[in-house]
Structure formats: structure tokens, C-alpha cells
């Protein structure tokens, strides 16, 4: 069974920085593209970010570029997403996706930018 | 970046009758390969997103056969037969054809 399971939310001050994590689990992780989904409270979902299974190739929606950060470690079968310069506009639940057709999703992890 | 147009944005449905969702494209999502890839997701009340069909017309295992998925090019359907109860919620039209991907704005399914 595929496992993602989201960690590393909570509250950060407009300007700070977080580090969201995922584990995964159920498939091998190195075989699959790995994204970053979310959603702001009340609102749709957005594209957040993309890396290719062997962390080549990495993709950011506009409103994150220069700001967050994708990686993986496929000895850890971890994903991981390095925000900073955080806004009042990145508050959202953060979802782990699995696959390049986005096939499996977590839980998510709720990230609160707020003074 | 590609712009995912859903409609209608809200959808009543009487139960066991059908609905249908359009989603429209701002340029083809059709890739140098020939794949499209269009998805769509479900999110019920208080629930993570969960894929009903991908690359335009392929139902997930999980999904019910009353899900159907088609179009090509910039036009896409999702088509929900014999609607039922356990259909409320958000739908979402997400494509991956030319990164970044983008999500359409959602349509809100609910019974009449």
C-alpha cells in the first residue's frame, strides 16, 4: 500500500522559514516523480513543485520560484520542500503526490504564516 | 503558464441523474510524444484529493464506472452517470503537459 505521509508544518512570522518533509512508502520511490501540491483554507488547489525520480530535473510554479526549494533522498525515501521568505499567502495544507499523472496524495501538512 | 478554465464553477444535481464538467485549456496539452496529460480528482469534504482519471479517458481502479473521462487538444469533459450521494464535492480538471502544471479552479458538486 502507498504511504505519503507529510511532516514539518506549523506557525512561521511572514519572512521566516520552514522545511516540510515526506516519507514514503509501498513503491519504490526512486522510480517516481515526486510533486508538492497546495491549498490555501477555503481555496482550490495549486501547484507548488516538481522533481523528476532521480532529482535531476525540478519544476516551481512562479509564485514559489526563487523562494522554496525541492529535493529528495532516495536512500531515505524522503521528499522535501525548503520554504523561505514565507508570506502571509503561502498559509495552505501542503500535499506529497506521488507519480507523474499526480496518482497518490497524503494527508498534508498545514503551514501558517502569521505574526 | 497554461490556464485551466472549469465550468460550470457550480454544479446542483438531482441523485441518479447525470453531470457533466468542462474543462478548457489555453493551448493544447497534447505533448511531443502524442500523450495528453490531463487529469481529474475528487476531494470530498474534509479529504485529500484522490485521482478519478488521468491522461484524459483512463479510470483509476478505485473510481466508479459511472466516471468517464474524454475531449483532446484545449477541450475536456468529465462526465458523472447516475450521480449519487456520495459524489458532493470538489472536482478538479490538473494538467502535467507543460511544466509548471496548473489545476483549473474547481467545480462544486451537490445534490438538489
Not at chain 1, 507523474?100 to 498534508?108: A, H, M, T
Not at chain 2, 484524459?56 to 474524454?70: E, I, K
Request: glycine share 12%; aromatic share 10%; hydrophobic share 30%.
Amino acid at each position: 500500500e502507498v504511504q505519503l505521509v507529510e511532516s514539518g508544518g506549523g506557525l512561521v512570522q511572514p519572512g521566516g522559514s520552514l522545511r516540510l518533509s515526506c516519507s514514503a512508502s509501498g513503491f519504490i520511490f526512486s522510480d517516481y516523480a515526486m510533486h508538492w501540491v497546495r491549498q490555501a483554507p477555503g481555496k482550490g488547489l495549486e501547484y507548488v513543485s516538481t522533481v523528476s525520480n532521480n532529482g535531476g530535473t525540478k519544476y516551481y510554479a512562479d509564485s514559489v520560484k526563487g523562494r522554496f526549494t525541492i529535493s529528495r533522498d532516495n536512500s531515505k525515501n524522503t521528499l522535501s520542500l525548503q520554504m523561505s521568505s514565507l508570506r502571509a499567502e503561502d498559509t495552505a495544507v501542503y500535499y506529497c503526490v506521488r507519480g507523474y499523472y499526480f496518482d497518490d496524495w497524503g494527508q498534508g501538512t498545514l503551514v501558517t504564516v502569521s505574526s | 503558464d497554461v490556464v485551466l478554465t472549469q465550468s460550470p464553477l457550480s454544479l446542483p444535481v438531482t441523485l441518479g441523474q447525470s453531470a457533466s464538467i468542462s474543462c478548457r485549456s489555453s493551448q493544447s496539452l497534447v505533448y511531443s510524444d502524442g500523450n495528453t496529460n490531463l487529469n481529474w480528482f475528487q476531494q470530498r469534504p474534509g479529504q485529500s484529493p484522490r485521482r478519478l482519471i488521468y491522461k484524459v479517458s483512463n479510470r483509476d481502479s478505485g473510481a466508479p464506472d459511472r466516471f468517464s473521462g474524454s475531449g483532446s487538444g484545449t477541450d475536456f469533459t468529465l462526465k458523472i452517470s447516475r450521480v449519487e450521494a456520495e459524489d458532493v464535492g470538489v472536482y478538479y480538471c490538473m494538467h502535467g503537459t507543460h511544466w509548471p502544471g496548473t489545476f483549473g479552479q474547481g467545480t462544486r458538486l451537490e445534490i438538489k
